[in-house]
């Protein structure tokens, strides 16, 4: 159970074999008020903001030699970034609250807080359907109310709120890019057809990450779900999408996966490759969590570099470690990532990310803890380069 506590840590795991002690809700579905900067996890200005944290990196090279990478945010940075997290909500009931836990502060720093040196961050807190609501209904016992439409639908109106309110106080019209993860770019695939295409600010769409989640597209074709915000074939296009799922070259999705494949006949799952737009393999740079939790020195990886002590900066890196490749095999599409292991150098050979039940590894979910995580470099360059080019064309 140690990596299943360590990925609940990160907030982005799945306890599917944890016993949890649920009580029966009612789901309050008053509007939030976003004006409110208790509503939001991350605000330019805002005190507390879960954004304004040490994002600091040890770079560790194949030989073992290492420095640490500084990060710094730009407060001046000419794009805007909105941000919706993946299921990360601990609470015991179906829907979450309002108040943020360490797994909703732990997953924006994770996958959002880096994207701080190319834009200004938004990521507003939602009642969002819970792990514990996921976890009852993958084992076929629902919680009361986890199939009540409203369980799902106030989430998302929460965010559709929170967009509002930061398009209309906020945005001055900024250029934004259009972040999720799991949950999250579940909403956003709702969020889009009916908040922003079509409408005046889909001309201020820098771009959309549609990370950990089945976008479907027309078979061949770059366009589907999004009728007129097609996938991005390059870093220098905008008002297009980045999306992606991750599975390890050795572990490709199994029969019945979860993930790589719509069931609308005619659609087929996006894969765009965040280290080669256009097509190809790439080296992915990873940045990976140094806590106790997912892609980690932990019980399965005892030491990032064989017999050193381990850095103590937040996350570290490990240049060449991981190129990726869009696949399309079995009906699937993926992101396939290759770790570049040399049991002969000095660095650790396995790396974590997987979701477990116990110790077993579910391997329909692919290395969806660390879909974001395993490409951050990549996307946080892409998102740099897509903003000037916008800026460009403005």
Known sequence: MKRLAGALALGLGLALSASTAVQAQTIDTTPNDYSKPETWLCFPGKAGDACAVDLSTTVIEADGSSRVEAFKADPKAPIDCFYVYPTVSTD???VSDMTPDPVEFNVVKQQLARFGAKCRLYAP?????TLAALRSMMTGQPLPGATDPAARQVGYQDVVDAWNYYLAHE?????????GHSQGSGVLQRLIPAEVEGKPVQKQLVSAL?????LGVETGKDTGTFKTIPLCRSADQTGCVISYVTF?????????SRFGKVPTPGMEAACTNPAALGGGRGE??????????IANASARTPEWVKGKPNPETPFVALPGFFSGECVSKDGFNYLSARLNV???DPRTDVINGDVTAG???LKDWGLHLIDANIAMGNLVDIVGRQSKAYLARK
Not at 125 to 129: A, G, N, T
Not at 210 to 214: A, C, Q, R, V, Y
Not at 284 to 293: D, E, T, V
């Open 92 to 94: 015991p009931g179906v």
């Open 125 to 129: 807190l939602y009642r969002q359907f």
């Open 171 to 179: 945005n001055k019209g900024r250029g934004v890019v259009l972040i």
């Open 210 to 214: 549609i990370l950990g989640s089945n």
């Open 248 to 256: 390890r070259e050795t572990d490709p999705p199994p029969a019945g």
């Open 284 to 293: 992915l740079k990873a940045y990976l969590s140094n806590q106790a939790n």
């Open 342 to 344: 040399d049991p002969a």
């Open 359 to 361: 110790e077993l590894i």
